[in-house]
């Protein structure tokens, strides 16, 4: 008989020490690094055929074999579509890339691929009995795990930097979470939630400090694959900060590879941040195992504003292994790069998504990424989460008044 889930156990990803999975876990026990969920793919590879996915809902929990919640009645639902995996010719041309495309995450329930974390992570956190999460975040997170804490009736604590974009402190707050704020970044942040969960009874899931948020993530990769007719592109893309997506999207064509749902060489993955928080980039640039702490942190793109993340030792692992690297791009770069997407593609990437894209810019400009290269970027949310990062100040005219010869005679948009 098949099984909802094919969930097993909980390794650590540094150590290796198992953990039961069917009780509350946080950090390994032995050495205090972050945990895997594992699950039985032998069985899961004689019981389930791919092809059973034909016939299911177009949505995140069509792959619930590979995702932790027991049954169905315990997943926690706001509408999680499979989110659109869209081809970028008019801009892959312009980076002279045959095959770009963009995994668009904007299209999530709370508009950020933090949708997915949230979603799986909140609902496993229901079915093991928590009541209360808090955790520390750079917005868009707290944002979701708000939201769901809210649907699965959880309270839900968060601390966030004050400059963190408004609108996710009010999505927070909109959700009935409390919400503190800190003048400084998201380790300050971190530091305040770990102290309150010291005093009382509440549960820390912050980046990697619970096992299910990269579940969620895992889901991207899955999907991606899917999408491409059960293939591998040759690059993967993607803005890091925590590094929860890039670890998810890895360990999920891991286990498709395992599978046999997928065959084909692992792609190389691209972490991307910010010229103003590179810790990863360094570490990557001196062949380091994990990254020192990145002082004074300062980005346009707020996502990825991590000076130093719990699991860098796992990310830079999957960087080495895959034969991938790690880019810079400075605000400068990412704010034009997503001007120039928009009018190419129509789309209104995050800050975070456009330091993707304008990454691998430069990676084809240096042939990194080749010509034939199958590359998918993601851009991890709406960019009308982040209306500061254009300047959308325009002339008034009076009724009556012409609109300039020089906009009517203009030349089309390249």
């Known amino acids: 008989m098949t099984r909802y889930s094919y969930l097993s156990h909980l390794e650590c990803a540094r150590c290796g020490h198992v953990h039961d999975a069917t009780v509350a876990q946080g950090l390994?026990?032995?050495?205090?690094?972050?945990?895997?969920?594992?699950?039985?793919?032998?069985?899961?590879?004689?019981?389930?055929?791919?092809?059973?996915?034909?016939?299911?809902s177009w949505e995140l929990w069509r792959y619930h074999e590979l995702?932790?919640?027991?049954?169905?009645s315990n997943e926690v639902k706001l509408g999680e579509v499979v989110t659109p995996l869209l081809?970028?010719?008019?801009?892959?041309?312009?980076?002279?890339?045959?095959?770009?495309?963009?995994?668009?995450?904007?299209?999530?329930p709370t508009s950020t691929f933090k949708a997915r974390g949230a979603a799986v992570g909140v609902s496993r956190a229901a079915e093991l009995g928590w009541t209360q999460i808090a955790m520390p975040t750079n917005g868009n997170a707290g944002a979701a795990w708000a939201a769901y804490a809210a649907r699965a009736g959880l309270r839900a604590?968060?601390?966030m930097p004050e400059d963190a974009p408004r609108i996710t402190r009010a999505e927070c707050l909109t959700a009935g979470a409390e919400v503190h704020l800190v003048d400084g970044v998201i380790s300050d942040a971190g530091a305040m939630i770990a102290d309150a969960v010291s005093r009382g009874d509440?549960?820390?899931?912050?980046?990697?400090?619970?096992?299910?948020?990269?579940?969620g993530k895992k889901t991207m990769g899955l999907e991606i694959v899917e999408q491409l007719g059960w293939t591998l592109p040759d690059v993967v893309v993607y803005p890091t900060g925590g590094g929860v997506g890039l670890i998810g999207i890895h360990k999920a064509i891991e286990e498709l590879l395992a599978l046999g749902w997928v065959e084909g060489q692992m792609p190389?993955?691209?972490a991307v941040q910010s010229s103003g928080?590179?810790?990863?980039?360094?570490?990557?640039?001196?062949?380091?195992?994990?990254s020192t702490f990145w002082e004074d942190s300062r980005t346009v793109a707020f996502g990825i504003n991590v000076p130093k993340a719990l699991g860098d030792f796992i990310m830079l692992d999957i960087l080495y292994k895959t034969g991938g690297i790690a880019v810079d791009v400075n605000d400068d770069a990412l704010l034009e790069e997503l001007r120039i997407l928009g009018r190419h593609e129509g789309l209104f990437v995050c800050p975070e998504g456009a330091a993707a894209v304008a990454a691998t810019r430069r990676?084809?400009?240096?042939?990194w990424i080749s010509p034939t290269d199958r590359v998918v970027v993601l851009n991890t949310g709406a960019g009308i989460k982040y209306p500061e990062c254009v300047d959308a100040d325009l002339p008034v005219l009076a009724p009556g008044t012409s609109i300039p010869d020089s906009a009517v005679h203009a030349s089309p948009t390249p």
């Open 202 to 215: 509440w549960v820390d899931v912050a980046t990697l400090k619970e096992p299910y948020r990269i579940e």
């Open 28 to 56: 390994c026990r032995r050495c205090a690094s972050p945990l895997l969920a594992r699950y039985d793919l032998d069985a899961l590879k004689r019981e389930v055929p791919r092809s059973s996915l034909r016939d299911r």
């Open 363 to 367: 990676l084809a400009e240096r042939g």
């Open 67 to 72: 995702l932790p919640s027991s049954a169905a």
């Open 87 to 108: 081809k970028m010719a008019r801009h892959g041309a312009d980076l002279g890339l045959q095959e770009l495309w963009i995994k668009d995450e904007s299209a999530t």
């Open 277 to 290: 928080c590179a810790p990863i980039v360094s570490a990557f640039e001196q062949g380091r195992p994990d």
């Open 157 to 159: 604590l968060i601390a």
């Open 268 to 270: 190389r993955f691209v």
